[in-house]
């Protein structure tokens, strides 16, 4: 059981930071770009980070950390063969590395919060 929770991070980010990728690279991409503002869809891989974190053994920033990194190198090479893109290959490996950034950022948020939440509930 205890390997299953260690691992439940960094598989759940795994798979939540190539979904985001997918979609961003799909659908939302466009809508932020015709907004002006098209790297505004890189706070969506904040989900992933909070998503694992919540799911990793004592919600950790390691595990969700670790899970964005591995899914960064199939996340590029998706993008690489599926999609016709306007970037070259460092702005797409840019690209990702701040989805790493905002994964992680979103795990620190998650225990940020929650131990605010702990810490009010302790003082009550």
């Known amino acids: 059981m205890n390997i299953k929770r ?3 991070g960094v598989i759940s980010c795994f798979l ?3 979904a985001v990728c997918l979609s961003l690279a799909f ?17 969506f891989f904040t989900l992933p980070g909070a998503a694992a974190s919540f799911l990793s053994r004592r919600g950790e920033v390691v595990r969700p ?3 964005a990194i591995l899914a960064a190198p199939l996340c590029l090479l998706l993008m690489r063969l599926l999609f016709v893109t306007t970037r070259s290959f460092w702005q797409e490996l840019a690209w990702l590395l701040s989805g790493v950034f905002w994964c992680a950022l979103g795990a ?6 929650r131990s605010l939440m702990r810490h009010r509930r302790h003082h009550k």
């Open 6 to 8: 260690n691992w439940a």
């Open 16 to 18: 939540l930071f190539t």
């Open 27 to 43: 659908n939302v991409k466009g809508a932020f770009r015709a907004s002006g503002h098209p790297e505004l869809g890189l706070l």
């Open 65 to 67: 950390l670790l899970g």
């Open 108 to 113: 620190l948020c998650f225990l940020f919060v």
